[in-house]
Structure formats: structure tokens, C-alpha cells
């Protein structure tokens, strides 16, 4: 990958730093607090200067905003997830921080902009999230170039087809999420004084994290109107049920909420997607279009069990049986990366544990002369080896840990609770200080 060298810290980028009205604990309460958020740019082979966010380090993940919003609108998510993903944000051309231009304001050049900013930053492979217009951006990118670069897909919330289509039964436009019957008619709808209509739920700031977000992307990264709007007639004229039922074959994740009308078109999409998963948020988790930015700790923690978890096997948390699989990680490798060798000869003697450690526990050098796999159900932690390798591990994630390789650790701001698998043979012990 692409060393940014020319990326400025976003304080630098934006001019001066920004203080969030609300106080929320895992969260930073200055811009500057987020002292890894960078912003750089590059320019389109069309001659449009486009910017993005980035923070973190590992494998690549990569943020395809809605309609009109930026990175800004992400900063509770970038912050979040930048702890275990070299996480990106690409402002769309006339979004955010890019250039405003009056040219290729189609959705199919907005997915050609996506292809050359991945050749820009050197990205071979990499998981990707669209969210509302953003998931109709990576449509087009896989029409145009397929999944051979597309690690795992998560789609927030975009029905396959906004406007109805000639002739569409009542079926069809249920599946197909279309709310009008023209591209005019689009505004009025999703405007209408309902309760749960869109633009109802996009002003309702009722959740601390989002009034953060959205107070300061309205401060530093204003919406030109102007300009997002030359894309609208584009973006909701489209159908994309063939693409969603014939082109997307990578593991996918879908996102949507009781408050939002798209539900059906994404429960039709998870019956069509092969390794598909859909997460329906409640109403009192935040369900609505903005589910990411309102709710940013279960996003993360559903976003991180989703891309560190294997091939799905039945995973629907609608399954009408009330069976759920969801295979939450394989692996051959440890958390450094080191492979997996043959598990321990004699008697087989597994043990399960429930490990808790106090906040700001640090835990002694160790290691572990068997495969042991701890599940996270609260807290966090921190993994270091002797070569200075880190993982942060949060709720939800699951930790290959480390065979007969000294590590130690660091529990982070509250207690940590964990259930251990060790596959260990008869007497075998469980852990080995230092010596």
C-alpha cells in the first residue's frame, strides 16, 4: 500500500480544532483528541481533486458515504473502528472536502472515482461499506469491475430501486424499495410529517454520538447544495436488482432498522445475496438511515465481528426457525500472525473458561503451550508480543491467541470479561509466566 506521506493531520487540513457539545465516554471530545485522523487528496483521471479520510493501521477498510455527507459525518465510526483497520472515508466529487464540479455527476463515475482512488493508495484487496447512495456507488463499481477486490460488503440501508419502474407489481416495488413513481416525487415522501420519515429521522438528535457528529460536520465540512443535487436525478433513476441478484458474491452484511421503509427491498436483498447476513437495529437501538452515525459502538462491534468472522452459514437474525449460526472466526494463524501448528499430542482434556480482569490490569509476559481462543463479552484489551506487534481486541471480537510465544497485555478503561476455549491435553497447564 501507498504511503500517504503528504496526508496532514485533519487539524491541520481543516484549520483549527473542534470541541463535540456532547461528553461520550469511549469517544474523543476534541478533533484533536483523534490525533491519527489524517486527510489527504488526489486527483480523478478526469481532473477532479477528490479528499479522504484515514486513520489506523491493519487491513484496509473502506467508507463510501450517502448522499451529501463526508468523512466528518464518520468520526465517531473512523475513531472506533481505526483500532484494529487502516479505516478510509472517500469524499464523493461535490461531497465534503472534493472538488465542486458541474461534470460526471453519475453514479457510474462516482464507482470509476472509487477504482482510482483503490490504485491510488495501492489497495489490491479490502472490505468495503456503502451506506444509502454510497452502497448504489459500490453497485456500480461491482457491475463495472466485479468482487476480485472485494474482501467482504456491507450495504447500510439503499433500496435496490428508489423509483418504481413501468408496470412494477405491488411485489416488485416492495422488494425493490421504491418509494415514488418519479424522481420528483422522491423529496415529497421522504420529507412527509409521518414520524418516521427520513428527513424526520435526520433531524431527530437523539443520540449524543450523532448531534457530535453532525454538529461537527456542519461546522467544519458545510453541505454545498448546489452541488450534491446534481446527482440526485441520477442516483434515484437507477435499478439495481440485477446487479444485487447476479454480481455480488463476496460475504455481505446488511444494515437497516425498524424505523426505517427500506425494510423489506433488505430483507428481498438477503434472500437473493449468497453469504448474506441482515442486521435489523430496533427503534431503541437507533434503527433509522443514520443507524451508523447513532448508534457507533454496536455498528463497531457488529461491523468487527462480521469482518473477522469465516464464511457465513445461516445467518439471518430474522431466521423464521429462530436458529442462528454465524461463524464468528477461522483462522490457521494467531492474532500476530504467526500459523497454527499441529494441536498437542496425549489424552484430549479441553477447558473452558470465564476469565474477568479488572480495569488497568496489566497482565505479566506469558504464554500459552496450546491453541486457546478467547470470545470478548465486555471490556477491551490489548495484546503485545516481544517483536512489538499489537492487537486491540473489543466486545464482540473474537482472539486467536498466541502458542508457545511470549505476549503479554493491558486491559483498557473498565473491567474485561472473557470466555477462554483451550485445547489442551490431560494436566496440561493453561498458562506459562515468563521465565
Excluded at 142 to 150: A, K, M, Q
Aim: charged share 20%.
Amino acid at each position: 500500500m501507498i504511503a500517504n506521506a503528504l496526508a496532514k493531520s485533519a487539524v491541520t487540513v481543516l484549520g483549527r480544532d473542534f470541541t463535540f457539545p456532547n461528553k461520550t465516554d469511549g469517544l474523543p471530545q476534541r478533533l484533536s483528541d483523534f490525533a491519527n485522523l489524517q486527510i489527504d487528496s488526489f486527483v480523478t483521471s478526469d481532473g477532479v481533486k477528490l479528499a479522504y479520510w484515514e486513520a489506523g493501521s491493519g487491513k484496509p477498510l473502506i467508507f463510501v458515504p450517502a448522499w451529501s455527507a463526508s468523512g466528518a459525518n464518520y468520526i465517531n465510526v473512523l475513531y472506533l473502528l481505526s483500532k484494529n483497520y487502516r479505516v478510509y472515508v472517500l469524499d464523493p466529487r461535490n461531497q465534503g472536502l472534493s472538488e465542486k464540479v458541474d461534470f460526471g455527476n453519475r453514479i457510474y463515475r462516482y464507482s470509476m472515482d472509487l477504482r482510482e482512488f483503490n490504485e491510488h493508495i495501492g489497495v489490491k484487496s479490502a472490505c468495503y461499506c456503502g451506506w444509502s447512495m454510497g452502497a448504489s456507488i459500490l453497485y456500480g463499481y461491482i457491475d463495472l469491475f466485479g468482487t476480485v477486490e472485494i474482501e467482504k460488503l456491507v450495504l447500510i440501508d439503499e433500496p435496490p430501486s428508489i423509483v418504481s419502474r413501468p408496470g412494477m407489481t405491488a411485489d416488485e416495488r416492495l422488494e425493490s424499495g421504491a418509494i415514488a413513481d418519479s424522481v420528483e416525487q422522491v423529496g415529497v415522501v421522504m420529507s412527509a410529517q409521518t414520524g418516521t420519515s427520513l428527513m424526520e429521522r435526520y433531524h431527530a438528535m437523539d443520540s449524543p454520538a450523532y448531534a457530535n457528529s453532525e454538529a461537527f460536520a456542519r461546522a467544519m465540512v458545510p453541505v454545498d447544495t448546489a452541488a450534491v443535487n446534481q446527482i440526485l436525478y441520477d442516483h434515484a433513476s437507477i435499478d439495481w436488482r440485477d446487479v444485487i441478484r447476479t454480481k455480488i458474491n463476496v460475504p455481505t452484511a446488511i444494515f437497516t432498522g425498524e424505523y426505517s421503509a427500506n425494510v423489506p427491498s433488505q430483507r428481498w436483498m438477503k434472500s437473493v445475496i449468497p453469504y448474506s447476513i441482515l442486521y435489523t437495529y430496533s427503534k431503541t437501538e437507533q434503527g433509522d438511515h443514520f443507524l451508523a452515525l447513532k448508534n457507533p459502538f454496536q455498528f463497531a462491534r457488529d461491523m468487527q465481528v462480521f469482518l473477522g468472522s469465516g464464511d457465513i452459514v445461516n445467518t439471518d437474525r430474522e431466521a423464521q426457525n429462530g436458529i442462528e449460526v454465524h461463524e464468528l472466526m477461522r483462522t490457521d494463524a494467531s492474532w500476530n500472525g504467526v500459523a497454527y501448528d499441529a494441536y498437542p499430542g496425549g489424552v484430549a482434556e479441553p477447558v473452558v473458561a470465564k476469565i474477568t480482569i479488572p480495569a488497568h490490569k496489566d497482565l505479566e509476559w506469558h504464554s500459552h503451550p496450546m491453541p486457546s481462543f478467547a470470545y470478548v463479552l465486555s471490556g477491551d484489551i490489548t495484546v503485545e508480543d516481544k517483536q512489538g506487534e499489537k492487537k486491540h481486541f473489543v466486545a464482540g471480537d473474537v482472539m486467536p491467541e498466541t502458542v508457545n510465544t511470549l505476549h503479554r497485555a493491558v486491559v483498557g478503561d473498565q473491567e474485561a470479561t472473557f470466555i477462554v476455549f483451550y485445547a489442551a491435553t490431560k494436566g496440561m497447564a493453561l498458562s506459562l509466566p515468563a521465565q
